[in-house]
């Protein structure tokens, strides 16, 4: 459910019922689309505030009850919003996140990271959560504990890629904290002083992730298959960044043919 570039969104997975496959694929298109928005290109950032707005009077159109001018949006709109009453709010908090991102390039604390991710990740899981019918108040806690989680491990899997577009996701705060300048990371050093900077934040996604995984087994069929496979590969990440000492500047982690092999296994199991 991890909304940057959505690696860990499951479009196209076979494990997902029939039914909801193309509701699915309309609002994977949607967050893909707003995402390479605000993320790719050579556009200006006032041409792709642009942009966004016109999705979001998209939206506004569809909470008028009016169809939307573009195929996508209209598909959006028959595919998934329409028969699942599907609330809107979380498309425009993910467009308040890609909208966020194109103009705030450092977080200054934790918590402000914290509330990206509440707009960035979380619709995600809230989103599927209502697709499958199962929204009570315990299950879209627990599902914006993993969301928000598998965000940050991919913050911290990506903080050289994100270096690159002038991001940067580690809290300011911690940076002095542990003794870690920004010119550090534009060097790829990777020295006791960020190790302990991204073990710290690392145990953080972990205990976030630890404390929504019970929505795993409560789910029951396949969307909790689904979801327990997308924990337990957030977690991998996490193994292999403290296998790696957390040198993301030389190997960025990345789940492989053997990684996906033993989550599935783990998954049956964890049932």
């Known amino acids: 459910m991890s909304v940057n570039h959505y690696e860990n969104f499951p479009v196209g997975s076979l494990v997902l019922p029939r039914r909801l496959r193309k509701p699915i694929h309309a609002v994977y ?16 950032n006032s041409e792709r505030l642009q942009q966004l707005d016109a999705l979001s009077a998209q939206l506004d159109a569809i909470a008028r009850g009016e169809t ?3 195929a996508m949006m209209q598909h959006l709109q028959t595919r998934a919003i329409q028969p699942f009453n599907l609330p809107l709010q ?3 908090d993910l467009l308040s996140a890609f909208k966020q991102d194109v ?3 450092r977080y200054q604390n934790f918590g402000e990271l914290v509330d990206y991710c509440r707009r960035s990740a979380n619709p995600v899981g809230r989103i599927m959560l209502h697709l499958y019918g199962e929204h009570d108040p315990l299950s879209i806690a627990q599902s914006d504990g993993i969301c928000t989680a598998l965000q940050l491990i991919n913050f911290w899997q ?4 994100d270096w690159e577009k002038n991001r940067v996701y580690l809290p300011q705060d911690d940076l002095v904290k542990f003794g870690v300048t920004e010119a550090q990371i534009a060097a ?6 960020f190790q302990r900077l991204m073990a710290y934040q690392c145990e953080r996604a972990h205990k976030m992730l630890k404390a ?3 929505l795993g087994k409560t789910l029951k ?8 496979m997308i924990m337990l590969g957030g977690q991998q990440i996490l193994n292999k960044l403290s296998n790696n000492q957390y040198n993301v500047f030389e190997n960025r982690p990345k789940l492989e043919a053997k990684d996906w092999w033993v989550i599935v296994k783990r998954a049956v199991l964890k049932k």
């Open 188 to 193: 790829g050093k990777a020295d006791f002083a």
């Open 90 to 92: 979380p498309f425009y």
């Open 221 to 228: 069929g396949r969307i909790g298959f689904e979801l327990r």
């Open 103 to 105: 103009e705030k390039k």
């Open 212 to 214: 929504g995984s019970p």
């Open 29 to 44: 298109a949607f967050a893909r689309t707003a995402d390479d928005i605000a993320d790719e290109g050579e556009a200006s």
């Open 158 to 161: 990506d903080v050289a890629v």
């Open 68 to 70: 939307p001018q573009t």
